[in-house]
């Protein structure tokens, strides 16, 4: 994480603005090198900038790439970068960022306009979403792939589908939801949760193999064997590490929050202190028992442990909400999939 600072504020942002304090450079190629040396020969090193708003800091983005580069040769690693970005800062070194093929771009924007206003407004109140929609409409000029988060909350749950097509009208073909998951959500919300799904799910068939919707792309995947498993992001600790301003270190970008040494998930250390990231057990896996008798069980991806810390305090704890989101999924995936008599013999 660059810093927190932002030039949005966006009422459900999870990243406190009580701190103006940016990562130094220093304990930024130090990050990068101690990552490095944690890589295994010959793999890949996965570099992500979060914040507050990281094109804030563009120019030291780019340094920062330039250096993991060098990094990553010295050591015979693979090198990939990922950005997140509210879209809003798209001029000189922000642009040289998007526009380049370095990096793995995310763009958050929640569907339609008056939807994405409705939470994502500026520092004077203002909205948000020209803003957005002249950086996606560039990128997608210049041909540039992206994907684009839209944050699902219960109050615009109802709306992501048609927020969905308006996306894919746009010309965006990467779509990824993202469930709020500090939000409350009732059983109403959950209702509307799978309506949505559906709603997606007639949205994804047409296109499907030119554009996705992360939901559906990846239970389609572990329908079909072709799912990669857990990722090393979600080794809470152990295969991926995130550094806050202040150099102190987090499992997650997600649990940075407050930085204090008393944060119950913070990790022992600084970025200074040390030559690697390893040592760091993950947290349990996945302990349910009710996820132990579920039909889906091995098909189901509730196994983000920071996900899991958020909505029950218990990392390996998965609560209604992701359970009801992976079982929507996969009764549409079925459903789709399912043989009807056109093309049955």
């Known amino acids: 994480m660059l810093s927190r600072r932002c030039n949005l504020r966006c009422d459900y942002c999870y990243v406190p603005r009580t701190d103006s304090q940016v990562l130094s450079e220093?304990?930024?190629e130090r990050a990068i090198e101690r990552a490095a040396d944690s890589t295994r020969q010959g793999g890949r090193l996965e570099v992500a900038f979060f914040g507050g708003e990281p094109l804030l800091h563009a120019g030291k983005i780019l340094s920062l790439a330039d250096f993991a580069r060098?990094?990553?040769?010295?050591?015979?690693?693979s090198l990939a970068m990922h950005l997140t970005t509210n879209g809003t800062v798209a001029e000189g070194d922000a642009w040289t960022v998007l526009a380049g093929r370095d990096f793995d771009i995310a763009v958050s924007f929640d569907g339609q306009p008056e939807v994405h206003d409705r939470h994502r407004r500026t520092r004077d109140g203002g909205p948000s979403s020209g803003l957005v929609l002249t950086t996606l409409k560039r990128l997608i000029d210049i041909g540039r792939g992206f994907t684009v988060i839209v944050v699902?909350?219960?109050d615009t749950v109802a709306d992501l589908a048609s927020g969905v097509e308006f996306l894919l009208e746009l010309g965006v073909t990467s779509i990824?939801?993202?469930?709020?998951i500090w939000a409350a959500w009732d059983e109403p919300d959950l209702a509307a949760l799978d309506a949505a799904v559906t709603g997606c799910a007639e949205l994804w068939r047409p296109v499907a193999g030119r554009a996705?919707?992360?939901w559906l792309d990846r239970m389609a995947a572990r329908v079909a064997g072709l799912d990669g498993g857990p990722c090393a992001r979600c080794g809470f600790g152990a295969g991926a590490v995130a550094v806050a301003p202040s150099g102190g270190l987090?499992?997650?970008e997600r649990i940075i929050g407050h930085d204090a040494?008393?944060?119950?998930?913070?990790?022992?250390?600084?970025?200074r202190i040390g030559e690697d990231f390893l040592?760091?057990?993950?947290q349990p896996s996945r302990d349910c028992a009710a996820c132990r008798d579920c039909t889906i069980a091995d098909l189901c991806d509730t196994t983000c442990r920071c996900s899991n810390f958020v909505r029950t305090g218990d990392a390996a704890r998965p609560d209604a909400l992701l359970c009801r989101l992976n079982r929507a999924c996969h009764r549409e995936i079925m459903r789709l999939l399912a043989p009807t008599e056109r093309n049955t013999p």
């Open 250 to 252: 987090y499992p997650c």
């Open 176 to 180: 990824h939801p993202a469930l709020d």
């Open 212 to 214: 996705g919707i992360s």
């Open 279 to 282: 040592g760091y057990p993950p």
């Open 26 to 28: 220093a304990d930024a």
């Open 261 to 271: 040494d008393d944060q119950p998930h913070r990790l022992t250390g600084h970025v």
């Open 70 to 77: 060098r990094q990553t040769a010295r050591r015979g690693l």
């Open 152 to 154: 699902v909350r219960p």
